[in-house]
């Protein structure tokens, strides 16, 4: 099943010609770990993806949960609170640098504090990934365009379309 969500993936990366569509690997020994939300109905059942890679594009991690949210904005912050969770709770991490990389730019603003959010229903998730970034010193949280985020948009979709949760972590 790892392996048709990883193929589907690829496939739907490798469709796309345009650079713009692409995935931008970190930098140096920086790792990024790409996250999206998907919705369907409000509320309604929801999924969260996301990847995290090496600047070789190597996958290190993937996940493809299912959730029950209450908004599309839910969905991409918890999709970032999951990849805090899995880096703050991997040692093998603790040294690394690591960029979570979101295709939300309200999610992404809330969480490093940039635009005041006034939604109790989101504080308690937003206190949980703040903890996590003052946690992990290389932890950080980044926007990147919707079209360089293929990958964690695919695995989001397979949950909300009902498919099993799935956390890989590659490599042992």
Known sequence: MVLNIKESCVNLVKSKKSNLDRWSPPVGDHLKFNVDGSTKGKPGLAGIGG???????????????SVVIQDAIAAEILAILKACELCTSNH????????????????????????????LLHLGTISDIRGHLQSMTGLSIVFNPRASNKVADNLAKLSSNGAADRLDWMGG
């Open 51 to 65: 990847v995290l890679r090496n600047s070789n594009g190597k996958t290190i991690c993937l996940f493809s949960l």
């Open 92 to 119: 093998r991490l603790a040294d690394c640098n690591i960029q979570i990389a979101s295709d939300s730019m309200i999610a992404v603003s809330w969480v490093n504090n940039k635009e005041e959010f006034r939604s």
